[in-house]
């Protein structure tokens, strides 16, 4: 039996397609989310490279912010289910889930069999998301994915104390004009979303390992330090820490089938 999993967010599209709710057949991303072509070419590079058509498929589980948009699903489960299994799958001794997105960031709590004890979530403000650091990777000229590199060159961490991204994008302006480096900028921003990321992670009680990280910023790998020191505890990266929301949305259709 074939089960797909299908994570439309505000910054990506992923898909993830299981045989029997085990064997990775195939998984794709594509870096544009819901309102765009994202979900339709996310749809057409999971099925490039496989001996299956779309019509093969058993069930579909649709998640993420743009999970109602997307056609032909057989059921949509809010993406902090989909983190939860897919990360318990991947790491059954997660204890505690940061999922860092591209507007939003959550902090969820699992007991010994991965079911959700408690969750907090940031979806009103961009500050501590996925959006500032593409905010700050645009003002340092730093891309994305060497912002980790920088921020490990950095001898010392500028404070970037606006809590708003747009204040917060004008203070990292002035600091370059002040002649900051740019390393120790980036450090100062990601210790800003660790901040942010920390305090969602503690309104969840006490902090229980193991304490695993998915979602786009998990990929970079300044943010991942950042809210080691800020929490004074070791993060497991998820591996393939994008698609943990649609791995978990395919493990949640192949439940689906067999409770049919
Ligand atoms: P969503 O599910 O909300 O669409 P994602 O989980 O895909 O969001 O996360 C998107 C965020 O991940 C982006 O805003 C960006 O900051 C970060 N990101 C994406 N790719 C990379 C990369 N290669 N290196 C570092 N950060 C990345």
Redesign the pocket.
């Known amino acids: 039996m074939y089960t797909l999993g299908i994570?439309?967010?505000?910054?990506?599209?992923?898909a993830v397609i299981l045989k029997d709710g085990a064997e990775l057949i195939s998984s794709a991303?594509v870096?544009v989310?819901?309102g765009t072509s994202g979900p339709t070419r996310v749809m057409e590079a999971v099925f490039e490279n496989i001996d299956l058509k779309p019509e093969d498929i058993d069930y579909t589980v649709a998640t993420?912010?743009g999970r109602f948009s997307v056609e032909n699903a057989d059921k949509q489960i809010s993406?902090i289910s989909c983190h939860a299994k897919g990360i318990f799958y991947l790491v059954p001794t997660a204890r505690t889930i940061i999922?860092?997105?591209?507007?939003?960031a959550k902090a969820i709590a699992l007991n010994d069999k991965g079911n959700i004890t408690q969750f907090y979530m940031n979806d009103k403000c961009a500050a501590g998301?996925?959006?500032?650091?593409?905010v700050m990777?645009r003002v340092l000229e730093i891309p994305?994915?060497k912002?980790?590199e920088a921020h490990f060159k950095a001898k010392e961490w500028a404070s970037v104390s606006s809590t708003c991204t747009v204040f917060a994008e004008s203070e990292v302006i002035s600091q370059l004009s002040k002649g900051l480096t740019r390393e120790s900028i980036v450090a100062g921003v990601h210790k800003s979303v660790a901040t942010k990321a920390c305090s969602l992670v503690r309104r969840c009680g006490d902090i229980k390992n193991d304490v695993v990280m998915?979602?786009?910023?998990a990929?970079?790998p300044g943010?991942v330090d950042a809210i080691e020191k800020e929490l004074g505890q070791k993060i497991t990266v998820a591996p393939n820490?994008?698609i943990t929301?649609a791995l978990g949305a395919a493990l949640l259709a192949y439940e689906e089938l067999l409770a049919k």
């Open positions: 994570d439309i967010g505000s910054s990506s599209s992923k991303v870096q989310g819901t993420g912010y993406e999922d860092i997105g591209g507007q939003d998301t996925g959006r500032f650091l593409d990777s994305l994915d912002m980790g998915c979602g786009g910023v990929q970079n943010a820490p994008q929301g």
